[in-house]
T-cell receptor, first 117, second 113 residues
Framework: DTAVSQTPKYLVTQMGNDKSIKCEQN?????MYWYKQDSKKFLKIMFS???????INETVPNRFSPKSPDKAHLNLHINSLELGDSAVYFC????????????????FGAGTRLSVL | DQQVKQNSPSLSVQEGRISILNCDYT??????FLWYKKYPAEGPTFLIS?????DKNEDGRFTVFLNKSAKHLSLHIVPSQPGDSAVYFC????????????FGPGTSLSVIP
């Protein structure tokens, strides 16, 4: 039973299209994240939601819009896809033991490989 | 602006020997450090962590060492096993925002049988 699952696993699309990636976690965590792993393999945080509220919003084009219908789901919608959006996108979740607890261990999904042609 | 650096993109080690993966950071506000392991086509999984109040943390075959003055940490795997072959990410966070974890680019470890 997958703890953090994201769909689809692969996504190939044309420039200019709009696409969504879905993420669900069954760990009961309050916080969810989206990361982008670019061609240089850096994992960079894009967004973080805590209990459906946006808490981290890095410098990401506003073509990227996260949506959290409930604390178990954090979807990523991307408008007007560009070649530079090609990357692997990872969803993750975490549950600090206490507020401000440093042991913020994140559990990742398997990734969605997006290819924009 | 790479706040977390892993200067060795890859490392090969003989089975049974020690693997040492290095990580350097630039932000002196970082006070919590984590190592994640990633297999192909999977997401990263947490391996071990260390708080800045410690200089060593051990978990089985894995030990992380932290040198705050040098802003350097290392992960030791002893003995190395073929199943340890993976990409290892060093990550760091600061007390101001533990939700924001900064990852290094990773080191690909190959353990040769």
């Amino acid at each position: 039973d997958t703890a953090v699952s994201q769909t689809p696993k692969y996504l190939v699309t044309q420039m200019g299209n709009d696409k969504s990636i879905k993420c669900e976690q069954n760990l009961g965590h309050d916080t969810m994240y989206w990361y982008k792993q670019d061609s240089k393999k850096f994992l960079k945080i894009m967004f973080s939601y805590n209990n459906k509220e946006l808490i981290i919003n890095e410098t990401v084009p506003n073509r990227f819009s996260p949506k959290s219908p409930d604390k178990a789901h954090l979807n990523l919608h991307i408008n007007s896809l560009e070649l530079g959006d090609s990357a692997v996108y990872f969803c993750a979740s975490s549950q600090p033991l206490l507020a401000g607890d440093a042991k913020n261990i994140q559990y990742f999904g398997a990734g969605t490989r997006l290819s924009v042609l | 602006d790479q706040q977390v650096k892993q200067n060795s993109p890859s490392l090969s080690v003989q089975e049974g020997r020690i693997s040492i993966l290095n990580c350097d950071y630039t932000n002196s506000m970082f006070d919590y450090f984590l190592w994640y392991k990633k297999y192909p086509a999977e997401g990263p999984t947490f391996l071990i962590s260390i708080s800045s109040i410690k200089d060593k943390n051990e978990d089985g075959r894995f030990t992380v060492f932290l040198n705050k003055s040098a802003k350097h940490l290392s992960l030791h795997i002893v003995p190395s096993q073929p199943g340890d072959s993976a990409v290892y990410f060093c990550a760091a966070s600061a007390g101001t925002s533990y939700d924001k974890v900064i990852f290094g680019p990773g080191t690909s470890l190959s353990v040769i049988p």
